[in-house]
T-cell receptor
Framework: AQSVTQLGSHVSVSEGALVLLRCNYS??????LFWYVQYPNQGLQLLLKYTSAATLVKGINGFEAEFKKSETSFHLTKPSAHMSDAAEYFCAVSERTSGTYKYIFGTGTRLKVLA | GAGVSQTPSNKVTEKGKYVELRCDPISGHTALYWYRQSLGQGPEFLIYFQGTGAADDSGLPNDRFFAVRPEGSVSTLKIQRTERGDSAVYLC?????????????FGPGTRLTVL
């Protein structure tokens, strides 16, 4: 079975500083990886996804993530944090079992942006 | 266009009661998923529908949980004899196709509190 580990349940950065949210995966096959963001009282919104076309994936709102097979990582970054980036971020891997395609999520990282 | 909607947004019930949670997927999406998000955790897969049938219900925790999708659109998650441990946010997602790299679109969730 595949799994995802997000290191750091809470991350605080100053406005304008680099955002780095960590995600490591465990998979015996080439993974399909996703980053979702969840704002308070809202559903999860896709930020970006890795589907093997390119190792550096650009997403919405200035976020990007780099797939590193050697490190089994898919960390999310943004060069300059904005107050509106405060939210919870989830990394997920897509898994196929018995014809079902479902997500396996990490435990999430709550990002706080300090003024 | 309209996204995935879920009703009610909040549900408070007493232990032992029966509850129904409703999901309206994006029109035309054949795949529908239910996830459960407990406090401090990522969403966990419950059940997957492809059309009207439950293709995979391996994530349902026990037989008190049941879900239907009779016409291949709206789905209802039903919980009998609720327990305090059932308290969580229940998320619904839909997807237009099956596949490892297909995006799932999430609703805002129903927050269930069992007293």
């Amino acid at each position: 079975a595949q799994s995802v580990t997000q290191l750091g349940s809470h991350v605080s950065v100053s406005e304008g500083a680099l955002v780095l949210l960590r995600c490591n995966y465990s998979s015996s096959v080439p993974p399909y990886l996703f980053w979702y963001v969840q704002y308070p009282n809202q559903g999860l919104q896709l930020l970006l996804k890795y589907t093997s076309a390119a190792t550096l994936v650009k997403g919405i709102n200035g976020f990007e993530a780099e797939f590193k097979k050697s490190e089994t990582s898919f960390h999310l970054t943004k060069p300059s944090a904005h107050m509106s980036d405060a939210a919870e971020y989830f990394c997920a891997v897509s898994e196929r079992t018995s014809g079902t395609y479902k997500y396996i999520f990490g435990t999430g990282t709550r990002l706080k942006v300090l003024a | 266009g309209a996204g995935v909607s879920q009703t009610p947004s909040n549900k408070v019930t007493e232990k032992g009661k029966y509850v129904e949670l409703r999901c309206d997927p994006i029109s035309g999406h054949t795949a529908l998923y239910w996830y459960r998000q407990s406090l401090g955790q990522g969403p966990e897969f419950l059940i997957y529908f492809q059309g009207t049938g439950a293709a995979d219900d391996s994530g349902l925790p026990n037989d008190r949980f049941f879900a239907v999708r009779p016409e291949g659109s709206v789905s209802t998650l039903k919980i009998q004899r609720t327990e305090r441990g059932d308290s969580a946010v229940y998320l619904c997602a839909s997807s237009s196709q099956r596949g490892l790299n297909n995006e799932q679109f999430f609703g805002p969730g129903t927050r269930l509190t069992v007293l």
